[in-house]
């Protein structure tokens, strides 16, 4: 059946087009087959061409799911995607009807389809009169510009604010505020950059937004023509229905006002109005107003627009809806209602700023704590243990672009930062101890175990370089349906073997984790064995060529944050008081077989024996399915052939690591509303750093200052100031300097207290 988008109903196909689809349309397959019973088995899918509309797409899902109701079958829909079809959906399709994809549609979309809207360009004059500030729209042209004032050249998604050399600060302060408001309140879907530049050092992007075609020898000299005084008021009309006898009417009275101004609160919300500013033509439509009246207010708007001459020949009518104005419109009315407060800090003197730390309100209490002593290994191994010893069974998924499949046993522990996996661990927690002790002697052939806690652990892990896809996924299908069968098909099974049909277990709430910021009973579930490889592990099955790959086997805060992680593989990375697993496949590689190489264990002379076993225990994962040999290696006994060449040659690298006992990281943000640092000790990452603050980073011999790269100028300066007051605080060396970085600039003294360091992914604007 191919699904139509004008009337959202699925139409059967005849029997030759079986097999053909097309590119913008949404098809439903049933194959029924009848077993040696005489019983239907049904198969239900639904193909999704990659330029269909969104409404075919939902009707598709919505059908498919309907016909498996209406015939009451206990399959499952499957979804099949242009280009990621299934091996049993193409074999559904034999000669003379082969599976087959046409370009174009057979119907066209049921609503109204969102096409991509090309951003008009607009030229304000920002004018300061008083406490308000007005926007008025000029010509768009190199001659429009006026020393003593401020200029916003709106581009879509750039704002150019250009500052004439003769401008206040206080006018200048309150524009770019202004321009602000316009970035947070009506631009969040295209988060537009904001570019602020002065006269005379204007860039060439700016005059080809003002229409200049050649720009060799184009000279650009404002002069100061603009009389904002002598502008012509504003017009405002109420649109109202009158009626004389049988007959209405429609009539388009001035508002009343005794002031230049207008009032925001003259707007009643049950009427309609025509702004009229010459330049522009507003209809405000309140949030109760009739439809006839907004109907209504349109065609005058046009009419008023046509009847009286103006400069500008691409003036328009916009449309204003109650509680969502934009600033242009906003900008008429005085006394309009304070919006929420945006962070922004245009202070351009050092010393109003130092004035205003005085008064401003400020949590450092960070800064005065000591590091936190590490994890006592006793405690944290008997809880290990006990925890280990309640866990009974449990189920692994991992999802492959499509949906979620299996994995076997042994790849427990294993993950891919382009992947996402779901863990369901089923525990059974013994009673208390004074209960225990209470039972009689049917414990021991297993009669309690119905006094037991049953409870299943739920938790979602999503890699670093992962889509959020997969999440999506997983709430709305996967966890309500797989998930909740599976656990419903296990307990109904312990209710027979327990002859309990009461039995009851207590379902925990999914929890998301995400690479490198796990919770702590995961980590102890996994039993230290953590390996993350990077990229994706379709790519790592495929036949693709491959590489030699480094591991470094280390954690930051005791034996339970123990990771084994993929990282560059340079002879820069190691260090003695860490191991590391060298993974080098052979280049004579036959198809079919399995991938033969060299393991090397690399362990270094300082490292703790606890990390030696956990990368032992690790290299055996690793080679999971593959023909390789492990070979152990302590440092200084590196053959050169393989290791060394494997890795780029043979470089100098750290062997010390005193800073892992001192490493302190302060985060800088005015997220509460007001300035705070708070501090994180043990197991730091590199996603704990914040393009929007500002991060402190004491690693005991330099302290670095992190600039990220949406941080304000206020968080930027105070910031500062609390990585002085920390030097000062903590009494360091008078030759231990503030030293600043900023994402993607990052030394090695600072990368390397992060495990696993990777390259930041620079979203790139046009």
Known sequence: RRVHGSNFTPTMMEDEHCGTFYQKDCYIVLKNEVNAKDEFHHFIYFWIGKDAEPDKMTCAAIHAVNIRNFLRASCRTVREEQDDESDEFRSLFQPPNDFQIMEGGYGQSGVKAITKQVANQYLFCLSTQGNHTSMHLVELAPESLDPRYVFLLDMGRALFVWIGSSCTPTHISKAK????????????????????????????????????????????????????????????????????????????????????????????????YILDCQTAVFVWEGRRSKKILRKVACQMADCLLNMIPRQDEEAGIIIEKQGFETQFFRSFFSGWAAEKLVNVDYSSKMANFDQGVKTMRADLSALFGSRMKPINMEDMENERYFYLEDIKKRWCFVFNGQKFIVIEEEEIGVFYSEDCYVYLTYLMHPPDEDEFEEEDEENEDGANLAEFKHEFWIVFWQGRDASNRAYFQFNMEFNKS??????????????KILKQPRLEAEVSEPMREMQQEEDTMFLVSLDQQVIVHRGSRKAALSDMPHVPRLYSVRTNAGTLFTRCMEVDCGASQLNSYFCFILSVPFDDQMEGEKEKGVLFVWIGDESEESLRQVARRNAHKIIVGKDYTIQEIMEGNEPDTLFWESMGGKLE??????????????????????????????????????????????????????????????????????????????????????????????????????????????????
């Open 653 to 766: 690298y750290d062997r010390m690591a005193d800073w892992l006992g001192c490493v302190k990281l302060f985060r800088c943000s005015n997220q509460h509303g007001y300035f705070g640092v708070s501090a994180k000790y043990i197991d730091i990452h590199q996603d704990n750093l914040s393009p929007n603050d500002v991060m402190i980073l004491d690693t005991g011999a330099k302290v670095f200052l992190w600039l990220g790269e949406n941080a304000t100028d206020a968080v930027v300066k105070l910031a500062y100031k609390s990585g002085i007051t920390y030097l000062q605080i903590w009494k360091r060396d008078k030759s231990t300097r503030l030293l600043p970085t900023k994402k993607g600039f990052e030394p090695w003294d600072f990368r390397r207290v992060f495990h696993s360091w990777t390259p930041w992914q620079i979203k790139l604007y046009k």
């Open 177 to 272: 505020f202004l321009v602000e408001k316009i970035k947070e309140n009506e631009r969040k879907q295209y988060s537009p950059v904001i570019l602020t530049i002065t006269q005379g050092s204007e860039p060439a992007a700016f005059w080809k937004g003002l229409l200049v075609d050649d720009l060799e020898g184009f000279t650009s000299s404002p002069t100061e023509w603009l009389d904002v005084g002598a502008i012509k008021r504003p017009n405002l009309y109420t649109v109202l229905i009158t009626q004389q006898g049988n007959q209405k009417y429609f009539e388009l009275p001035n508002v009343d006002r005794t002031e230049w101004e207008l009032k925001a609160s003259q707007l009643d919300p049950r009427g309609v």
């Open 482 to 495: 797989v998930l909740s069968e599976l656990i419903t098909r296990h307990m109904n099974a312990l209710k």
